[in-house]
């Protein structure tokens, strides 16, 4: 069964950084693109970034490139996103999502993580 | 930027059916899922490839796909099909993931 479990989700003051983990486990980790998708309160669903199944390829929405960096650790299975410069609108549930195909860059999401919530407040 | 447009709410009475659309520029050319998300859940895939169901995914779900609308229908709603549900298009030169701004369906 895929697992996949979010942490590191925190209060942060704006202007902060935070450091997101998601550890994956039953399926071969490093076959499939992850990505982290966020979702604030109340709101839709907003993707926010993903890395190929060899950390090869990444790409961000306009409204985190430059602040936050994607990155994986095959060896432990893991997937992280630092995040920098925080802003108020960055306040969301984090959700680490796991591509349905083998070696391919993007398809549908076929396993999700329970999320953790990031706020941003002063 | 590619831009997916759903209606924010739909209503359906129970036994009835439900049409949840997507629309977008030349749709039909790419490939359409959809995810479902109860309160407090983290979102489903209920169809994928535009008509594909994953496995567990209940028959009355259906999904199609041409021109600029991908339509999610759900016959014979039930109670427990009220959620938010959200479509999402790629294409094969894609290398960003674009979600629709998700449908409300009520069961009432």
């Known amino acids: 069964e895929v697992q996949l479990l979010e942490s590191g989700g925190d209060v942060v003051q704006p202007g902060g950084s935070l450091r997101l983990s998601c550890a994956a486990s039953?399926?071969?980790?490093?076959?499939?693109?992850m990505h982290w998708v966020r979702q604030a309160p109340g709101k839709g669903l907003e993707w926010v970034s993903l890395?190929?199944?060899?950390?090869?390829?990444?790409n961000y929405a306009e409204s985190v490139r430059g602040r936050f960096t994607i990155s994986r650790d095959n060896s432990r299975a893991s997937l992280y996103l630092e995040m920098n410069s925080l802003r108020t609108e960055d306040t969301a549930f984090y959700y680490c999502?796991?591509?349905?195909?083998?070696?391919?860059?993007?398809?549908?999401?076929?396993?999700w993580g329970q999320g953790t919530l990031v706020t941003v407040s002063s | 930027s590619y831009e997916l447009t759903q209606a924010p709410s739909v209503s359906v009475s129970p036994g009835q059916t439900a049409s949840i659309s997507c629309s977008g520029d030349k749709l039909g050319d790419k490939y359409v899922c959809w995810y479902q998300q109860k309160p407090g859940q983290s979102p489903v895939v209920v169809m994928f490839d535009d008509n594909k169901r994953p496995s567990g995914i209940p028959e009355r779900f259906s999904g199609s796909n041409s021109g600029n609308t991908a339509t999610l229908t759900i016959s014979g709603t039930q109670a427990m099909d009220e959620a938010d549900y959200y479509c999402?298009?790629?294409?094969?030169?894609?290398?960003?993931?674009?979600f629709g701004g998700g449908t409300r369906l009520t069961v009432l």
């Open positions: 999502a796991k591509d349905s195909q083998q070696y391919q860059l993007l398809s549908h999401f076929d396993s």
């Open positions: 890395i190929s199944w060899d950390g090869g390829s990444t």
């Open positions: 039953g399926f071969t980790f490093d076959d499939y693109t």
């Open positions: 999402q298009a790629w294409w094969d030169s894609s290398t960003s993931v674009v």
